[in-house]
């Protein structure tokens, strides 16, 4: 099967054996696999592979199960399915563990559903479940035409959550309101600070879903209401912050964070089974809508990666196999 591997750095396509599956898992013949932020940095070199992980890149894919484990019985041959992986998902074929594997909704393409996993496993993980929002409650998103922040704002729309956002064009902020956002502030030219202030009345927000971390950190505490929440997911300014324990005291501030690559399979099941049961019908209902910024051949996947790393897109980017 060909398979895109990174040689000093490079992506190139190179040819590998078909993997074997585990009692456990499924083989899938991919049609489909999102381009994500954490591929760039296992190119890099910044961001290796968990213990026993594929070292192929490649998050979540859609396509076709061929093979089924002995101890599988929730999924068939013939299956359509998207799936979240470890790694992997840059080939023909790829395994996935069949807990992980999700229908694709009824009205959806394949490229659409590569689109879902990573995106939904984080921001249900992580908004929902670690930060437990609540209707009529406020969410502060940095980065709201990202893949993360598109399914951050209707995920939160759709449970009646207010949702203010950053981005870093004015274009990207239209964009953001068009999908549902209450406010869009254009970090290039506005203090988001002083911006969420105004906008809550100087209440600040009660979640904030950070990927940005470094001088944002101080900065996002500044936006918190009292018994607020804080979760980071990335840290694309540094991962270091000069931090003023005051105001995390005085305001019963949470700061927590996550990732989701490493994370136990039973974790990640209970995630999968509270989307399919949460979330599909919504997709389903056409209430969420997958977003697409532009799709790559398996031949075109380094200018997948310039597109990721320009960050000029709005939405997801997918590459298309098979």
Known sequence: MRVIDVIDGELQITER??????ETEVLIKVFAAGVNRADVMQRK????????????????????????????????????VCALLTGGGYAEYCTATADL????????????AASLPETFFTVWSNI??????????????????????????????AFDINVFITAGSQEKCDFCLQLGADAAINYQEQDFVSEIQRLTNSQGVDVI??????????????????????VQIAT??????????????????????????????????????????????????????????????????RQAHQLMESSLHKGKIILTLN
Not at 17 to 22: E, H, I
Not at 101 to 112: A, E, R, S
Not at 209 to 227: H, I, P, Q, S, T
């Open 209 to 230: 879903l950070d990927m940005v971390g470094g001088d944002y950190f101080a900065r996002n505490l500044k936006c918190m209401a009292y018994d607020a929440r804080l």
């Open 17 to 22: 054996s078909v993997p074997n599956y585990s």
């Open 236 to 301: 694309q300014n540094g991962y270091r912050a000069e931090l003023n324990i005051l105001p995390i005291m005085l305001k019963r501030l949470t700061v927590t964070g996550s990732t989701l690559r490493d994370r136990d399979l039973s974790f990640k099941r209970n995630i999968a089974e509270q989307i399919i049961q949460q979330v599909w019908p919504l997709i389903e209902q056409g209430t969420i809508t997958p977003v697409i910024d532009k799709t790559f051949s398996l031949e075109n996947v």
């Open 45 to 80: 070199g910044l961001y290796p592979p968990p213990k026993g992980a594929s070292d192929i890149l490649g998050l979540e894919v859609s396509g076709l199960v061929i093979a089924i484990g002995s101890n599988v019985s929730n999924i068939k041959i013939g299956d359509k």
């Open 128 to 157: 929902f479940n670690l930060a437990q929002i609540k209707p009529q409650e406020s969410l502060f998103v940095h980065g709201g035409s990202s893949g993360i922040g598109i399914t951050a704002i209707q995920l939160a729309k």
């Open 101 to 112: 594997c999700l229908p694709i909704p009824q009205n959806l393409d394949f490229i659409q």
